[in-house]
T-cell receptor, first 117, second 114 residues
């Protein structure tokens, strides 16, 4: 079974600074998808960024980018120019590409990101 | 707004009772997923349906069941409720079942068992 580990329960960053959230995962599969979801106080789950394991290029979405290290099974999220609206819980998630879509997401425990004004 | 709707938003019930949570997926989405978010277990996948058929099971208890109807809405039935079932229950939908497709999450149903 796959596991996802987020070792930072809480992170704090000054507004406009850059912060990196860590995620490691354990899998024996070679083809999979990795995700970062944001959960603000409203509790809505919002997809931030997605990475396909077969793509070597790191995904980017505006101020959000990932550092995907497949051999190390590491998938960190970098948030540049942090904004107050980035304050939320961030969840790293894994999904196998091998099962024909017959499974769900496996989530880490989350990192609570605090933005200091 | 993801386009996924869940009702009710909040539910308070007593131990031993049975409740039904409802989910309407985004228009055109065939696959529905249920997730539970609790303080103890975190976010965990419960079950997946695709076009009316059960597709995959995760950490779903035997006391819980689900179904997807011909109009593609889904219901999650929780019975013999225990205090530990108190959680936020999310429904998500995607156009197809494949891992490539993004899952769009609903706002969740907050269940409190007293």
């Amino acid at each position: 079974a796959q596991t996802v580990t987020q070792s930072q329960p809480e992170m704090s960053v000054q507004e406009a600074e850059t912060v990196t959230l860590s995620c490691t995962y354990d899998t024996s599969e070679s083809d999979y998808y990795l995700f970062w979801y944001k959960q603000p106080p409203s509790r809505q789950m919002i997809l931030v960024i997605r990475q396909e394991a077969y793509k070597q290029q790191n995904a980017t979405e505006n101020r959000f980018s990932v550092n995907f290290q497949k051999a190390a099974k590491s998938f960190s999220l970098k948030i540049s120019d942090s904004q107050l609206g980035d304050a939320a819980m961030y969840f790293c998630a894994y999904r196998s590409a091998w099962r024909g879509g017959a499974d769900g997401l496996t989530f880490g425990k989350g990192t609570h990101l605090i933005i200091q004004p | 707004d993801s386009g996924v709707t869940q009702t009710p938003k909040h539910l308070i019930t007593a131990t031993g009772q049975r409740v039904t949570l409802r989910c309407s997926p985004r228009s055109g989405d065939l696959s529905v997923y249920w997730y539970q978010q609790s303080l103890d277990q975190g976010l965990q996948f419960l079950i997946q349906y695709y076009n009316g058929e059960e597709r995959a099971k995760g950490n779903i208890l035997e006391r819980f069941s689900a179904q997807q109807f011909p109009d593609l809405h889904s219901e999650l039935n929780l019975s013999s409720l225990e205090l530990g079932d108190s959680a936020l229950y999310f429904c998500a939908s995607s156009p197809r079942g494949g891992a490539f497709y993004e899952q769009y999450f609903g706002p969740g149903t907050r269940l409190t068992v007293t």
